[in-house]
């Protein structure tokens, strides 16, 4: 009996223990394994979300960004404005505005406009660009003057289109397209997708570049032919004034655009 006994004891251990562990696989009969890959596979689905969400708060960031930057250059564009049409006002008192009169010299292609308010605007834009970009200095707007108008009275033939393409074609092209931005900055900007706004940004910035690259570009030009006024004292100097301006102003703002295009995609 006595042996006996301790067998009984460890049976009844090992019972217990026995019982325990069926215990333990009914109140978690699930394989840990299992749990563990779908733990795996949850905890990728927040992965997923996270990634998600970052990447959309990214994208409502660079919208604002770049609303915020169109905002900037909306002010931009409406202060010039202001500032050129009162200055031009000032130009036309001193009787220093000779755009007022160039229609008298390059009809009827540029000018030919069927309403006088269209042939007005772009009067208005030519002065924008030429005389803001001399800082309204009455001087230099008669150097230019004379620069100019020794192309047009000297020559009938190509060097005087040169001057009217000058004149005409890529100082409106700019002020045209600025004003277009402006327009559509003050009007659309709300409504435009992220793409649109981004587009816009790049042409506006590209549009203002281009000004400045104009302006530098003409206080240079008007600033060589002062120091050399024999060139506009004769006539032979006509070819070198015309192939000038035909390589220092034959530019577009398509160029502009497509560089700063290729600088963002960097």
């Not at 406009?113 to 230099?140: C, F, G, H, P, W």
């Not at 600025?178 to 790049?202: A, D, F, G, R, V």
């Amino acid at each position: 009996m006595t042996k006996n006994k301790p067998n009984s004891i460890k049976l009844n251990i090992i019972a217990t223990i026995l019982t325990l562990i069926c215990i333990s696989y009914t109140v978690n009969p699930t394989n840990p394994k299992v749990n563990s890959r779908t733990d795996i596979k949850e905890n990728f689905r927040d992965f997923e979300n996270e990634s998600e969400n970052l990447k959309s708060l990214k994208q409502q960031l660079k919208k604002e960004t770049t609303a915020s930057k169109l905002e900037a250059i909306g002010k931009k564009l409406e202060a010039q404005k202001i500032e050129e049409t009162t200055k031009i006002a000032n130009i036309a008192s001193a009787q220093a505005d000779f755009i007022e009169t160039l229609d008298n010299k390059i009809q009827p292609e540029y000018f030919k406009k069927e309403k006088e308010e269209a042939k007005k605007n772009v009067k208005m834009q030519i002065k924008r660009m030429i005389y803001s970009s001399l800082n309204y200095d009455t001087t230099k707007i008669k150097n230019l003057k004379d620069i100019l108008y020794s192309i047009i009275d000297k020559d009938e033939g190509k060097h005087k289109n040169i001057a009217l393409k000058f004149f005409y074609k890529t100082t409106t092209d700019i002020q045209a397209h600025l004003e277009n931005h402006l327009q559509l900055i003050q009007t659309k900007s709300n409504s435009l997708t992220p793409k649109e706004l981004e587009e816009l940004l790049i042409r506006s910035e590209s549009s203002l570049k281009l000004k400045e690259k104009f302006a530098k570009q003409l206080i240079k030009t008007v600033e060589e032919m002062k120091t050399h006024p024999a060139l506009i004292a004769t006539d032979y100097p006509v070819d070198g004034i015309a192939l000038h301006i035909m390589d220092n102003y034959n530019y577009t703002i398509d160029e502009i655009i497509q560089y700063n295009q290729k600088e963002l995609n960097k």
